[in-house]
């Protein structure tokens, strides 16, 4: 891990002693923290007015009960967050996330992250996230229904299209996102199309949104490769997880003439020699909501299914990773695994999913790395973009959408890449990434004044 300018380690001690049992936020903000010394070196007015410090400290923490009943009447009490982090540039914008690992800390270590890759969509929204402890695995519609129906009570005061724009993420689909704004849209009494995206194309959704993360993170990992002269066709690519991100990954991939020879779900993971059935994959993980292994048996072909206790799908040799799965996914272990396989190029579909220990890995031995607040920002530009068709009552082409999807995500690519090179470390797209979103951030906080 990279040391902290001296300038700057009060600022990570006062956020480790503020956020106590918080790892993964003072993680996030190490990470970024370590990527500015070189700015307040040649900038020294950003270290004025406390601004860094501001920047780390979250504008508005919203914690909440959530009690509903389950379809045996019993009474169920879940835990509910909104994290409103930071607002310069435009209204919060940021995802809910429905998991048992839910806490204040992952949700403050999302939003901040997303802070800064909003930031570097260069659209004019700022950085929050949410979620709930609840887990919707196992559980019927109707309590799925009740269940977001009684958050949203709670959370539609602290909600607005000027506000705060929620979105989905880990557990929160089309389904979610649809009954937490018929909740929000009865509580209201507005049909306020802009406060939620995410939302099916029946009443204001984008197209082009399930695919955005996956197909942005695909088209940062292509500008990548073409800085050194090549491109996906006839690389092998493995990508972890198999939800949205991952399916749409894997489909831009193809498309590209990559062959996906690997992926993922919490029980474990399948390697198909032969390149990844997408059609058969899409209807296990999307329509009949299987086990990975599932697939393993349909296909047969002498496709392997391995038990998540019995190895890592990082073993598998490939040209370009791409972590698409959850936070601190790849460890410093699987990140050396990779290299000495000879992996060229890594892409993070999901969010912080490597450990700072493998993100070392990766720089020490030039692999190029593309960070998650960078790589995998196409799901909220393509957001931004329904916030536009929402607020001109417009609705898109497919084809409208992903190339401005395409030329967003080339953007953010080239503003990471020429960051790096301005301030001395060329090719180090997590030092553009970080300090490009940090300078548009600071710059509006700055003309703002202390608020």
Avoid at 395 to 418: G, N
Wanted: hydrophobic share 35%.
């Amino acid at each position: 891990m990279n040391s902290i300018d001296e300038k700057l380690q009060p600022v990570l001690a006062e956020v480790i002693r503020r956020n106590a049992g918080e790892p993964e936020f003072h993680q996030a903000v190490h990470e970024v923290l370590e990527s500015l010394g070189r700015v307040v070196a040649k900038h020294p007015h950003y270290l004025e007015q406390a601004l860094i410090e501001r920047i780390c400290e979250p504008e508005r923490q919203i914690i909440f009960r959530i009690p509903w009943t389950d379809d045996q009447g019993q009474v169920q009490i879940n835990r509910g967050f909104r994290v409103q982090f930071n607002s310069a540039l435009g209204p919060y914008k940021g995802g809910m996330r429905f998991h048992p690992s839910v806490n204040v800390g992952i949700i403050k270590f999302l939003g901040f992250e997303q802070t800064f890759k909003n930031a570097l969509t260069g659209m004019p929204i700022g950085g929050g996230k949410g979620g709930s402890d609840f887990d919707p695995k196992g559980r019927s519609d109707a309590e799925i229904m009740r269940f977001c129906q009684s958050l949203m009570t709670e959370l539609h005061r602290h909600l607005g299209e000027q506000t705060d724009v929620p979105a989905g993420d880990i557990g929160v689909g089309g389904r979610e996102i649809g009954y937490m704004f018929g909740q929000y849209k009865r509580l209201n009494n507005r049909f306020e199309a802009g406060v939620f995206t995410g939302k099916a194309l029946a009443y204001g959704g984008s197209r082009a949104r399930t695919e955005a993360t996956g197909y942005g993170n695909t088209y940062f990992v292509d500008s990548m490769l073409k800085t050194r002269g090549t491109n996906f066709d006839g690389k092998t690519v493995v990508v972890s997880g198999s939800g949205n991100v991952a399916i749409y990954s894997i489909e831009k991939v193809q498309s590209f003439g990559g062959k996906v020879i690997a992926c993922s779900d919490s029980s474990g993971y399948i390697v198909d020699e032969n390149g990844i059935d997408l059609a058969l994959l899409k209807e296990i993980k999307t329509v009949r909501r299987e086990r990975i292994s599932e697939y393993a048996r349909r296909r047969g072909n002498g496709v392997h299914f391995i038990a998540s206790d019995k190895g890592s799908i990082w073993d598998v040799p490939c040209d370009v990773a791409m972590p698409s799965a959850t936070q601190n996914e790849l460890s410093g272990k699987d990140a050396r695994v990779l290299v000495k396989n000879g992996v060229i190029a890594v892409g993070e579909g999901a969010n912080m999913p490597s450990t700072p220990e493998a993100v070392k890995v990766f720089r020490d031995a030039s692999v190029l790395f593309a960070p998650g607040k960078a790589a995998n920002a196409g799901g909220v530009a393509t957001s931004a973009l329904e916030m536009q068709q929402n607020a001109s009552r417009d609705s898109w082409t497919f084809e409208q959408t992903e190339a401005r999807l395409a030329a967003i995500m080339r953007s953010i690519h080239d503003t990471c890449h020429e960051t790096a090179d301005e301030y001395g470390a060329p090719g180090d797209y997590v030092l553009g990434a970080n300090i490009a979103g940090f300078v548009r951030v600071a710059e509006a906080m700055r003309m703002l004044g202390v608020i």
